[in-house]
């Protein structure tokens, strides 16, 4: 079903040849963009066409990479699934709009017919030509608006099916997209604390050692003023004997 709603939107935005899009992306990531021009057996200029039509809607993107033979770049394409539903579901609801507003028209108003012409006019138009039809001169009926009216709730009806519908599946997609957030944000928690906790290994291994250094400093100190002594001894008693 996910397939078909996603078919129906890029078809309305880049024709359908690019419906067969759908099928290559969906659930694949960073797909080369000649191996889609393959598929589709058009130039590779042809399938970008296509491609910078969807993307400019937000509904593909792409990386790309140098070629070290050739020289030059190389797209490759993700189907964003989730953007996608999004557009349709927001066409639908307009559309749903646009069937509701002319839903109650026709609930409210009455309209006439000229079977003649085979043309309808509301009931302000009809009073102003005194309800005769002013291409053939023959007068209005009222016409019936209830195969009208019915027509218009199906569609609605369809359409709100295919809304609920996408909303489930787009209520899936978030979860998943969530879920993979969460992970990344976690995985990302881990790092930024392992860094944390090597930074803090590593300064508390330098304190230790400039602990020990600063002790060992201090220790050469003590013996060096403790020689300085004895060596002072040592002249004292030299300079009392010459006397």
Do not use: P
């Not at 019936?144 to 787009?170: A, R, W």
């Amino acid at each position: 079903m996910q397939t078909n709603f996603l078919e129906e939107i890029v078809e309305d935005i880049a024709g359908s040849q690019a419906k067969e899009i759908v099928k290559l992306l969906e659930g694949k990531k960073d797909v080369n963009e000649f191996l889609i021009a393959k598929k589709l057996k058009l130039t590779i200029n042809q399938t970008r066409n296509i491609l910078y039509k969807l993307s400019e809607a937000g509904l593909v993107s792409s990386t790309r990479k140098k070629d070290k033979r050739k020289g030059w770049f190389i797209y490759f394409w993700t189907l964003d699934t989730l953007k996608s539903l999004e557009l349709l579901e927001k066409r639908l609801l307009d559309e749903t709009a646009q069937l509701k507003h002319l839903l109650q028209n026709r609930k409210l108003r009455r309209f006439y017919f000229c079977k003649t012409c085979n043309a309808e006019v509301g009931e302000e138009t009809a009073l102003l030509n005194q309800f005769t039809c002013q291409e053939c001169g023959q007068v209005y009926e009222l016409a019936d608006s209830s195969t009208f009216i019915k027509e218009i709730e199906g569609k609605i009806s369809k359409i709100e099916k295919q809304l609920s519908i996408i909303s489930g599946e787009k209520g899936t997609l978030q979860e998943t997209k969530s879920k993979k957030n969460k992970r990344k944000v976690a995985r990302h928690d881990r790092k930024v604390k392992k860094e944390k906790e090597a930074i803090k290994a590593k300064r508390k291994a330098a304190l230790k050692q400039n602990v020990k250094k600063a002790l060992k400093d201090n220790q050469k100190t003590k013996s060096g003023k403790k020689a300085a002594k004895q060596t002072a001894k040592k002249t004292k008693k030299k300079a009392t004997k010459k006397k």
